[in-house]
């Protein structure tokens, strides 16, 4: 499964963005998808999660601001972030996570830049 992340661009602090990361097969075996981000000279780091099951895990630094949701009829995962601030910065990548095996697999898409001006 190849994952392609899309949807970012340069906001106003304060402003919205939706995110999106489409699958090329069936996300519905994948037990997690994530948003993880990564900053200039920072490592990347967990942003969102959402399980099979739909819960819902946010970083501290996003809650409330951000709501992530995936749609398996269309193989599709969506962030949408709210009241952006410049500290959300970087490039966004979506993770798709599966357990078959007694192994953890990891299925990584290419980022999409995200720019939050102040």
């Known amino acids: 499964v190849q994952l392609q992340a899309s949807g970012g661009g340069l906001v106003q602090a304060g402003g919205s963005l939706r995110l999106s990361c489409a699958a090329s097969g069936s996300i519905g075996s994948f037990n997690a998808m994530d948003w993880y981000r990564q900053a200039p000279g920072k490592q990347r780091e967990f942003v969102a999660e959402?399980?099979?099951?739909?819960?819902?895990n946010y970083a501290d630094s996003v809650k409330g601001r951000f709501t992530i949701s995936r749609d398996n009829a269309k193989n599709m995962m969506y962030l949408q972030m709210d009241s952006l601030r410049p500290e959300d910065r970087g490039v966004y990548y979506c993770n798709a996570r599966r357990y078959a095996a007694g192994l953890w697999h990891d299925y990584w898409g290419q980022g999409t830049q995200v720019t939050v001006s102040s």
């Open positions: 959402i399980t099979s099951g739909g819960s819902r």
